[in-house]
């Protein structure tokens, strides 16, 4: 069993699986989306997603490890420009794997690695656009806390509106309904047993 095993050897030599990732992942952020087998576009992923979190970063460090694995300068230009920009707002989770089809020489299930496009870049993972007091929540802190203040704050003063707005008995303090008179206890009709 493979258990804790993290590394999909594809029945290649080391030098030659890197490499051969090494392409792929060039051709992918070079072309935006490439075809290949499943397993390997998985592995491709994870690699790919490295690399724009590093043109993300965009220090001197983070340049020269992008450049260990990406073949072409053109395309690491474009990785720190580009897609660094594209993807600025985003998380992480910047390609996708697409099932395609079946190999017709030996059957290999086919996917489509593609990255997320231009307006993609800002989704969250369920695929829908955060609104503006989820994004606020999101970024964390300060904000967070302002938003939730902030909606609160309306809240409160609707309901402070239909308290006033409504005729007749004094208001309760939490705005509702109006204040009845206590209630006098009912004395107990039962007879006590012993007497």
Avoid: C, W
């Amino acid at each position: 069993m493979r258990h804790r095993v993290h590394v999909r050897k594809l029945g290649r030599s080391t030098p030659h699986r890197f490499a051969m990732y090494r392409n792929l992942v060039t051709s992918l952020l070079d072309h935006e989306q490439v075809e290949t087998t499943e397993v390997k576009a998985k592995e491709v992923r994870r690699l790919a997603d490295r690399m724009i979190t590093l043109g993300k970063r965009g220090d001197l460090h983070a340049r020269r490890r992008a450049l260990r694995v990406i073949r072409s300068r053109d395309v690491a230009a474009k990785v720190f420009g580009e897609l660094a920009d594209r993807f600025r707002t985003r998380a992480g989770g910047y390609t996708r794997v697409m099932k395609t089809r079946y190999r017709v020489g030996d059957a290999a299930p086919m996917s489509l690695v593609a990255l997320l496009g231009a307006d993609e870049g800002d989704l969250t993972p369920a695929g829908e656009k955060p609104s503006g007091r989820k994004r606020a929540a999101k970024g964390g802190g300060a904000a967070a806390k302002a938003a939730k203040g902030a909606e609160k704050g309306a809240d409160k003063a609707a309901a402070k509106k239909t308290a006033a707005k409504k005729p007749g008995g004094k208001k309760s303090a939490a705005g509702g309904a109006p204040k009845s008179a206590p209630r006098a206890k009912a004395k107990s009709t039962r007879s006590k047993k012993g007497s």
